[in-house]
């Protein structure tokens, strides 16, 4: 059964909102396995919060506990060997520390974020960001430099980290509008991790795996909008709101041609803070992607009294 709570967005910052009232997850963001193991550590010091935490591990391997990486990162947190021997603990209790396991390998992950927030603690900035450098740079180079470092890689790193968290966060404040968003990107969010299929529409017969068009149309089916099935066709199923007027629900499109509609490849649902959910191509799964890049074309807004809410432009 889907329920229909509303569109929402995140009050205040998320750096450091464990200290700052709490931070929970919104539903249906984090797997059901994980949702709890996240809210727990998530609060294990004020540097961090669950939605944080949740981004961390979305972004190092997806959710995916036997990821590898070139690197040989290992595990849903993807902890390096060395860094697991001095930094992995036994989270479960279980007399063992086993870093493809998520319940050790969440908490050593919680862990290791406070032990680097506790080493800048005296540095002036946010605790949250210096911290998410700490763990791209070193904590030597945020005390250096006072602050996040000025290095490409770990300031998008902070950046897509502290981002991406807004996706993950429980509602706080209350957007008009509109319901029938919140339960299209619920019922997107229940998607995450499903691998994608061309032409996928989410039929038993396919697995139940959607293509970019195939999900947006899926979604807003649940609640009671129809949407043609191609990316293209659906620009067109309602007004265009600017960049900067986006609300949670709208979809989002991507064009080979910045002045042609009829070339867009690729569309999502927008969640917040310059993300979407999207099946992206074959090889990947449904996930959260940033929207702004070279090819982002515009957005729709598809429900009725989401269009009423937009300004009249002349």
């Known amino acids: 059964m889907l329920l229909v709570v509303g569109v929402y967005i995140v009050a205040g910052n998320l750096a450091g909102g464990a200290a700052a009232g709490g931070v929970g997850l919104a539903k249906g963001a984090v797997p059901a396995a994980y949702q709890t193991l996240v809210q727990k550590w998530g609060n294990l010091c004020p540097a961090i919060n669950p939605a944080l935490l949740a981004a961390q591990l979305y972004q190092e391997s997806g959710f995916n ?12 947190a993807q902890f390096i060997p060395g860094t697991w021997a001095t930094h992995g603990v036994d989270g479960d209790g279980d007399g063992d520390r086993d870093v493809w396991d998520p319940e050790d390998a969440i908490p050593s992950a919680a862990s290791y974020d406070c032990e680097l927030a506790k080493y800048v603690k005296d540095v002036p900035g946010d605790p949250s960001a210096n911290m998410l450098a700490s763990y791209n740079a070193g904590a030597y180079a945020v005390i250096r430099y006072g602050g996040v470092p000025p290095y490409r890689e770990t300031r998008n790193y902070v950046k897509t980290i502290t981002t991406l968290a807004k996706s993950f966060a429980a509602p706080v404040a209350r957007v008009d509008p509109s319901r029938q968003a919140a339960g299209a990107i619920a019922y997107a969010q229940s998607k995450l991790g499903t691998p994608y299929l061309w032409g996928g529409t989410g039929t038993a017969a396919q697995s139940g795996r959607f293509d970019c068009s195939g999900l947006t149309q899926a979604s807003y089916d649940k609640v009671g909008i129809k949407l043609p099935r191609v990316a293209n066709d659906q620009y067109n199923a309602g007004p ?12 989002v499109f991507f064009s080979h041609d910045p002045n042609d509609s009829r070339a867009i490849h690729h569309v999502g649902i927008y969640v917040g803070g310059g993300y979407m959910i999207d099946a992206p191509r074959t090889g990947a ?12 074309f515009g957005a729709t807004r598809v429900t009725e009294d989401g269009a009423k809410a937009l300004p009249t432009h002349v």
């Open 65 to 76: 506990p036997g990821a590898r990486s070139p690197a040989k990162a290992q595990g849903i």
């Open 240 to 251: 265009h709101p600017a960049r900067n007027e986006l609300l949670p629900g709208d979809l």
């Open 285 to 296: 799964v449904i996930r959260f992607d940033p929207i702004d890049g070279g090819d982002y």
